[in-house]
């Protein structure tokens, strides 16, 4: 299959990028979107050209690290699939795709189609985390948890943190990825001594770090790969009015 | 936003019930217009918590659009949307020109500064024909379309609103979850029908001037 490819280059962080024509050609269709990318890198490469940077890991979508805004959506059209699980089958022979870096001002791009996601690590670090006792593993079943908050915990915790949510909201919230945090964590009784503080201190860490408001569009659902619900949204604004209304000390007292 | 929205919105539901009145006649609609009037301090209380909210509705709105548009400094050159809807998208310009309809509203059937001359006096008692008012003010077709207009755009913001309003405090259980969106279409289309209705039944001659 052949493409029409119009990427986004930008040599560093500082230098102003662009849309860059380019084509690939003799790409298999049972290849990934990223095996296209890396044969298209290996043409370059022998032309002497640089290579597309984009970010990949596992290649079974899984590890959260690949994705790129593929003719407007994120992580390509395919529903509920990352990156490097949509196949060059399901575009058209011939046709012109658009690959774009996530956008928002709290993921600069630091090259190509890489971005710098450690806005993510710092709302984390916040209060995306347990108090446990440190030492040998604890014998399983030792705090019982009903079946459907277990189920539900698991649904928020499928998120990889990718980062699509980001790259598809209208206004750049990363409102998913904090709620499937903070919802998967409150749903289960390990989470429940820094319940209130981790949504006020992951809540100020998101806002500190630039990312835009939630404003309901739905279209982090619709991009999400784990097809994480936006109901948790819903959870993550009760868990935060009801810390605020109890006046928890925030972040300093948790973690640092 | 929420609750300063949620406020105006309760406002806007009794405010439409009220003035459906105009169909039970001009005895009805002067009475309740009269009883309005009649709740002296309590009506001054409500207009002030009204313009309160309407100032913090605003004030947000406008943090809220700012914030939301530094958060992406370079747009997408292709970017295209499956979940958001004309509603959610239209809530930034649709908020404005409510505003401005507002204003115009206050100054047509409450002060009675754009209303057609001589129809928004009072009598020698003093007391304003609210019913004439309300219907010799709809009888001019250019003003009535400016309702109809407006009350599609408040419709229109209600039913994205009220949909946010459960997401931003909330207001969510996964047994009546679906039952959400049509709460928002509900109640939005209740109030834009019923705000239509009021300046369709005068221009169609179903409702005429006492």
Redesign the interface.
């Known amino acids: 299959m052949d493409f029409k490819l ?1 990427v ?1 280059r930008q040599a560093d962080a500082q230098t102003k990028g662009r ?1 860059v024509n380019l084509d690939a050609k003799d790409i298999s269709p049972d290849s990934s979107f990223l095996e296209m990318l890396d044969v298209v890198n290996e043409g370059l490469i022998r032309s002497g050209g640089d290579p597309i940077a984009f970010d990949h890991d596992c290649r079974e979508g899984i590890c959260g690290m690949c994705g790129a ?1 593929v ?3 994120a992580h390509g059209h395919q529903k509920g699939t990352t990156l490097c699980q949509l196949h060059m089958r399901s575009f058209r022979n011939g046709s012109a795709i ?1 690959i ?1 870096p996530w ?4 993921f600069p791009v630091i090259c190509d189609l890489v971005v710098d996601r450690r806005a993510f690590d710092a709302i984390i670090a916040a209060g995306g985390f347990i108090t446990v006792r440190a030492g040998s593993a604890p014998d399983g079943n030792a705090l019982p948890v009903p079946k459907d908050k277990a189920d539900g915990a698991m649904d928020a915790a499928a998120c990889i943190g990718c980062g699509a949510c980001v790259a598809a909201c ?4 990363a409102m998913l990825f904090v709620a499937a945090k903070v919802a998967h964590l409150a749903a289960l009784p390990q989470g429940r001594p820094e319940q209130a503080r981790r949504a006020l201190a992951m809540v100020r860490a998101m806002e500190e770090s ?10 982090c ?3 999400c790969p784990k097809e994480i619900s ?2 948790h ?9 009801a810390a605020s209304a109890a006046a928890v000390p925030p972040r300093d007292e948790i973690g640092e | 936003m929420a609750a300063s929205g949620v406020i105006v919105f309760g406002f806007i539901v009794v405010h439409i019930l009220g003035n459906l009145q105009l169909f039970a006649g001009p005895e009805a609609l002067n009475r309740y217009a009269a009883f309005l009037q009649g709740l002296g301090p309590l009506k001054w209380a409500v207009r002030a918590l009204l313009a309160a909210s309407a100032a913090v509705h605003i004030v947000t709105a406008v943090q809220l659009t700012v914030q939301n548009w530094q958060a992406r400094p370079r747009r997408y050159a292709t970017i295209r949307y499956r979940a958001t809807d004309y509603a959610a998208r239209t809530m930034w310009i649709g908020g404005p020109i409510i505003g401005l309809f507002v204003i115009w509203h206050l100054l047509h059937l409450t002060t009675g500064h754009c209303h057609p001359a001589g129809q928004f006096a009072a009598d020698s008692n003093g007391i304003i024909n609210v019913y004439n008012s309300v219907v010799i003010g709809f009888m001019d077709p250019a003003a009535a379309a400016v309702y109809i207009l407006a009350m599609l755009l408040v419709g229109l913001h209600l039913y994205h609103g009220l949909w946010s309003m459960m997401q931003s405090i909330g207001l969510n259980h996964p047994g009546w979850n679906h039952w959400r969106r049509w709460f928002a279409v509900l109640f939005a289309a209740f109030v834009a029908l019923a705000g239509i209705s009021l300046p369709v039944a005068v221009l169609t001659g179903f409702v005429t001037p006492a």
């Open positions: 119009k986004w849309m805004v003719n407007g959506y658009s774009e956008r928002s001002r709290a209208p206004n750049a919230s630039g990312f835009g408001a939630c404003t309901n569009h739905g279209e659902e619709a991009a936006v109901n949204i819903a959870l993550l604004n009760r868990e935060f009015i």
